[in-house]
């Protein structure tokens, strides 16, 4: 079954500090993986997009890992400001041609000053 | 930038009643999608359109239905509101990826 689970489910830390978000998918065949971010109602807003052959993308602050021999994603944040408190959708598309799209339930993380 | 325009923030309706919500892009898009979103569960896929007047079931499309009469607007339809359709209904457009997203209507039924 094509699954993609994101933990920790939430996460708080303070300014500053760096954190690393995990997604775990059993997607097949593979196309690409994204990262989203979604505020606090706001739609989710594309963060990073990473390929088979590609196993790290940076967008600022924000890093993103692919493994796909373990089928493992991760995505850092360095130096975590009050404004990257949302939740963190990571995306799995298939190699079928199509649209389709597996989403992670998410990581909802809080930033406290 | 893209604009993915959703007509309203927060909806309240009842039981039975059609529902109608509108999705607008701005971006020439030929690819819509209309997406629920619930607590614990990923974004779910209702339906999709990739032309004018075509769609296409997604996850769960039941009780739903669609209309792309416009390349640019795409509405999503509850034709018998019921409770367990109270959700967070989120659209997207997109020419290839990634997918751009209005900011959402929360839906009620009461």
């Known amino acids: 079954k094509n699954q993609v689970e994101q933990s920790p489910q939430s996460l708080i830390i303070l300014e500053g500090k760096n954190c690393t978000l995990q997604?775990?998918?059993?997607?097949?065949?593979?196309?690409?993986l994204r990262w989203y971010k979604q505020d606090t109602g706001r739609g989710p807003v594309s963060l990073t997009i990473?390929?088979?052959?590609?196993n790290t993308k940076s967008n600022g602050r924000y890093t993103a890992t692919l493994d796909a021999d373990t089928k493992q994603s991760s995505l850092h944040i360095t130096a975590s400001q009050l404004s990257d408190s949302a939740s963190y959708i990571c995306?799995?598309?298939?190699?079928?041609?199509?649209?389709?799209?597996?989403f992670g339930a998410g990581t909802r993380l809080f930033v406290k000053a | 930038d893209v604009k993915v325009t959703q007509s309203s923030r927060y909806l309240v309706k009842r039981t039975g009643e059609k529902v109608f919500l509108e999705c607008v892009q701005d971006?020439?898009?030929?690819?819509m999608f209309w997406y629920r979103q619930d607590p614990g569960l990923g974004l779910r896929l209702i339906y999709f359109?990739?032309?004018?007047?075509?769609?296409e079931k997604g996850d769960i499309p039941e009780g739903y239905s669609v209309s792309r009469e416009k390349k640019e607007r795409f509405s999503l339809i509850l034709e018998s509101a019921s409770t367990n359709q109270t959700s967070m209904y989120l659209c997207?457009?997109?020419?290839?990826?990634?997918?751009?997203f209005g900011d959402g209507t929360r839906l009620s039924i009461l």
């Open positions: 971006m020439d898009h030929e690819n």
């Open positions: 997604c775990n998918y059993t997607v097949s065949p593979f196309s690409n």
């Open positions: 359109s990739y032309d004018v007047k075509m769609k």
């Open positions: 997207a457009s997109t020419t290839n990826q990634p997918q751009h």
């Open positions: 995306v799995v598309t298939l190699n079928t041609g199509g649209f389709k799209t597996i």
């Open positions: 990473m390929t088979f052959s590609e």
